[in-house]
């Protein structure tokens, strides 16, 4: 970036001093005055822009990688050549890439150059249910854990990947804490004024284990209770380990505006 330099204040007054020429005068006199102001900081401007449009460009290649997966595995649920089991994990391909399509989408909307740092929330009712029984479903092709899912209609006024992401994160945690041959059960649920999804599994139990991934993943499901006016519960589980309920105030349905139906 050149800057040409800045005339002194007399040079400047010299390219005129009629009456017709004083706002030009003083628009002059504001330029030099602003580039002075921002000579010293140019450097590191210009390094915050190049990291912008860094981000941005990554945030291209990675939404245009996921388009590719998605098309790749879209191909794939109705290719002749596959069995339907292949094509049941191609269908949930394309599912994981969305989330995280979504999930990028949301980062880019809480960097601080785009609305102060804070992504919007996309709240509208939401059955509980059915986002659970896709976590659920994404889990079971990935690990060896019984999973087991018991869920009703419940609707709750949240945004649908802040959800996601909670349920993702108690059934991760609850994977890891029972390990490959353990056992897992779901259950969502309508009650007392409250929609609630109940995670309970057959490991250690809380704080049996090293924190880690675990205490971070909790961090976010507490947020997320917390931004909806919900609950976070953690209690000994019937199965002998960790169950985790969140609790997140009952809602109406509405088919016509229901996001997760």
């Excluded at 945030?59 to 049941?88: F, N, Q, W, Y």
């Excluded at 649908?160 to 349920?167: E, N, P, Q």
């Amino acid at each position: 970036m050149v800057i040409s330099p800045r005339l002194p204040d007399q040079a400047i007054a010299k390219t005129g001093n009629t009456a017709g020429n004083t706002t030009g005068n003083t628009a002059l006199r504001t330029v030099g005055r602003e580039l002075d102001a921002t000579a010293g900081a140019r450097p590191d401007a210009d390094g915050a822009e190049r990291d912008r449009l860094r981000r941005r460009r990554l945030s291209h290649d990675i939404h245009h990688e996921l388009g590719t997966i998605m098309l790749l595995a879209s191909l794939l649920t109705t290719a002749p050549d596959v069995g339907e089991e292949s094509r049941k994990r191609a269908r949930q391909i394309l599912g994981e890439a969305r989330w995280l399509d979504q999930l990028q989408r949301a980062y880019e909307e809480s960097t601080p150059e785009r609305d102060g740092g804070h992504g919007p929330a996309h709240v509208r009712p939401v059955r509980l249910d059915l986002v659970a029984a896709e976590v659920v479903e994404a889990m079971r092709l990935s690990s060896t854990v019984d999973i087991r899912l018991t869920a009703a209609e419940a609707w709750a006024n949240v945004d649908r990947l802040a959800l996601w992401r909670a349920l993702r994160n108690v059934l991760g945690n609850a994977l890891r804490a029972t390990g490959a041959s353990g056992r897992v059960e779901v259950r969502v649920f309508a009650a007392d004024g409250w929609s609630v999804a109940e995670i309970d599994d057959n490991g250690p139990g809380f704080g049996a284990i090293e924190p880690g991934l675990a205490s971070l993943g909790l961090g976010i499901v507490q947020e997320v209770a917390t931004a909806w006016a919900g609950q976070l519960e953690y209690r000994r589980g019937r199965l002998g380990g960790c169950c985790i309920r969140l609790r997140l105030p009952a809602a109406p349905g509405d088919g016509r505006r229901a996001c997760g139906c």
